[in-house]
């Protein structure tokens, strides 16, 4: 009997520890990994990128390659000089040339250095998406952990009321109590019932919630540590270190350097461009002339357009409202992230002032249903009484428990206004957010 005790609790032992927490921080981690918006931002950054190499190929040599072959008919001073009117032959051509550019009015480098600046820019791109869908993990996460809490208080109350209404029950029973007592518990107790099912159903969409951001279903989750220390202890502090760190803001910074490099790239049309040329031809039966006309050439061609209707001055123009285009959403982007914060902050601020009050009101509560159950007991209070102070017990722990998640979502949520969430929690970054221009 010993041994079989024995061995059924090894067994329960070895299932329990199997089932491995699940922290806030690996949640975070197979959401960057799986989320579809982080992976789009990543597939956008990775396709500018190459938008950078197909910039560069203008510093490399071009090679064309030409074949033809076919009939030609001639008539010409030539043909007529010889008594023939038109000559048929069998045309054949074939010509190579390499070009290697040696100016164009920096047009090549402007352009990487456009490119590149909107490779940065979608690079910040992933990072912003991954710091956001990280911070809607964290809601998804903590809003879990809340309802399970709240689920726990409403099992409490539901519990608290089925004793009451036992005791009330009895006492009728026994001829001691009032009808009207019983159909007041009663009542209340199917209140009590219907909030239960409630939370159960409040538990049921969070965990739908969490399935859908995070991709996983929400299977004992850990109570992650208060970050506390991870934020400033000014909010000028804080504003400073958004405005420093945060991806959005740097988005913006970096296209701002994208249309400055377009704006130069404008000007290249107004300067020559200068190549070097090497090329062969071999033809054959080539204007009416039987025989090989094969040529090698070796030539510096500067090519300089003198008019083309005011197409450059206007493109020129048009990338200088671009840049002011590109600077008002950066200033407008300063503004949003400084308030971002200071929303953040003041949040925080509200729920920590709350909290005291919340404790004071569960401890005052608790209080004041301990000595109405007293007091029932010795008729001085009535049942209405001793039910509206259980009601009071359980509102107020619910208020105690929410304001313990929001201080929790606020910290969390400072983090992010800061561009500091994934840093704070240790949460590796895609490659792709690495911006380009910093690993050349």
């Known amino acids: 009997m010993k041994f079989r005790i024995l061995l059924i609790s090894a067994i329960l032992f070895s299932g329990a520890s199997s089932i491995q927490a699940t922290t806030l921080q690996e949640a975070i981690g197979v959401t960057i990994k799986t989320n579809p918006d982080v992976l789009?931002?990543?597939?956008?950054?990775?396709?500018?990128?190459?938008?950078?190499?197909?910039?560069?190929?203008?510093?490399?040599?071009?090679?064309?390659?030409?074949?033809?072959?076919?009939?030609?008919?001639?008539?010409?001073?030539?043909?007529?000089?010889?008594?023939?009117?038109?000559?048929?032959?069998?045309?054949?051509?074939?010509?190579?040339?390499?070009?290697?550019?040696?100016?164009?009015?920096?047009?090549?480098?402007?352009?990487?250095?456009?490119?590149?600046?909107?490779?940065?820019?979608?690079?910040?791109?992933?990072?912003?998406?991954?710091?956001?869908?990280?911070?809607?993990?964290?809601?998804?996460?903590?809003?879990?952990?809340?309802?399970?809490?709240?689920?726990?208080?409403?099992?409490?109350?539901?519990?608290?009321?089925?004793?009451?209404?036992?005791?009330?029950?009895?006492?009728?029973?026994?001829?001691?109590?009032?009808?009207?007592?019983?159909?007041?518990?009663?009542?209340?107790?199917?209140?009590?019932?219907?909030?239960?099912?409630?939370?159960?159903?409040?538990?049921?969409?969070?965990?739908?919630?969490?399935?859908?951001?995070?991709?996983?279903?929400?299977?004992?989750?850990t109570e992650p540590v208060s970050p506390q220390s991870s934020i400033p202890e000014t909010l000028d502090e804080a504003i400073n270190q958004a405005l420093d760190n945060h991806p959005t803001l740097k988005s913006a910074e970096a296209d701002v350097a994208s249309a400055n490099a377009q704006h130069d790239t404008a000007n290249s049309p107004f300067y020559p461009r200068l190549d070097i040329e090497l090329g062969t031809n071999a033809d054959n039966n080539i204007d009416g002339i039987s025989g090989y006309n094969n040529d090698l050439t070796a030539m510096l061609r500067l090519r300089y357009n003198l008019l083309n209707g005011g197409k450059d001055k206007a493109r020129r123009e048009e990338t200088a409202y671009l840049i002011n285009q590109a600077t008002e959403i950066r200033n407008n982007t300063h503004r949003q992230v400084e308030q971002s914060v200071r929303l953040s902050w003041n949040e925080l601020q509200t729920v920590n002032n709350q909290l005291e009050y919340f404790k004071l009101h569960v401890d005052s509560s608790e209080e004041s249903r301990d000595a109405y159950q007293q007091q029932f007991v010795l008729g001085q209070r009535s049942l209405l009484d001793l039910l509206d102070s259980e009601n009071e017990v359980f509102v107020s722990s619910q208020d105690l428990v929410n304001g313990e998640y929001d201080q929790l979502f606020a910290i969390y949520r400072i983090m992010n206004s800061m561009g500091g969430l994934l840093e704070g929690l240790g949460v590796a970054l895609p490659e792709e957010a690495v911006k380009i221009s910093s690993t050349e």
Do not use: C
């Open 40 to 221: 789009a931002a990543m597939s956008e950054r990775n396709a500018v990128a190459e938008e950078v190499n197909q910039a560069r190929a203008g510093y490399l040599p071009t090679v064309d390659l030409a074949l033809g072959t076919g009939w030609e008919k001639t008539d010409s001073p030539a043909s007529r000089a010889v008594g023939e009117n038109h000559i048929s032959l069998n045309r054949n051509e074939a010509s190579l040339q390499l070009r290697q550019m040696l100016f164009d009015g920096m047009a090549t480098s402007n352009e990487v250095r456009r490119q590149t600046a909107r490779t940065d820019s979608r690079s910040y791109g992933v990072f912003g998406a991954a710091e956001n869908r990280a911070l809607d993990a964290t809601e998804a996460f903590i809003n879990v952990l809340r309802e399970q809490r709240l689920l726990d208080l409403a099992n409490t109350n539901y519990e608290a009321h089925e004793r009451t209404h036992d005791q009330i029950t009895l006492r009728s029973n026994r001829g001691v109590g009032r009808k009207a007592d019983t159909a007041q518990s009663r009542g209340r107790l199917a209140l009590a019932k219907a909030n239960l099912i409630a939370q159960q159903g409040n538990l049921r969409d969070a965990e739908t919630t969490y399935l859908r951001v995070i991709g996983e279903t929400a299977d004992n989750l």
